[in-house]
């Protein structure tokens, strides 16, 4: 009877231990875009020709199998697509109309360089190029080498 708390101990003890040093791991290296190009992808825009560009805060990018979003600085505006892991073609749109009823397309392509995506974000107005990378402050995708 005696022994029953004691391996009790032993085994939380043990436990502990384990997830201590479950933490203090190292992360995997991160897979290349190309390999692995799904999940959470983030970035800040930089315009290159015109005016009216999102580039005060982070933009972001979700990619699961059948489906992506691109997100312009974190606004309401939601670009969808369909990615093609295959041909590398991650394409997302959004077709507004304006007050003259005038169409208003906004087009994100990318495509997946190293462990980054480079991407290009077009408005009538604007041109912007951007470099998406995983999220640093996602601990389950740091320990499984997704960052």
Not at 2 to 15: E, G, I, M, Q, T
Request: charged fraction near 20%.
């Amino acid at each position: 009877m005696k022994d029953k708390p004691l391996r009790f101990w032993r085994f939380c003890a043990l436990l502990g231990m384990g997830l201590a040093g479950w933490q203090t791991m190292p992360a995997q290296a991160a897979s290349s875009a190309a390999e692995d190009p799904y999940g959470d992808w983030t970035g800040v825009l930089v315009t290159d020709k015109g005016q009216d560009c999102p580039t005060e805060g982070l933009s972001y990018m979700e990619i699961k199998p059948k489906k992506m979003i691109f997100v312009p600085e974190t606004g309401n505006l939601i670009l969808h697509g369909v990615p093609d892991k295959e041909r590398q073609h991650y394409h997302a749109q959004l077709i507004l109309q304006d007050a003259r009823k005038q169409t208003l397309p906004m087009v994100f392509e990318a495509h997946p360089v190293g462990d980054t995506f480079e991407g290009v974000y077009g408005t009538p107005t604007c041109r912007a190029h951007i470099t998406l990378r995983r999220p640093n402050n996602h601990p389950l995708d740091n320990f499984l080498g997704r960052n």
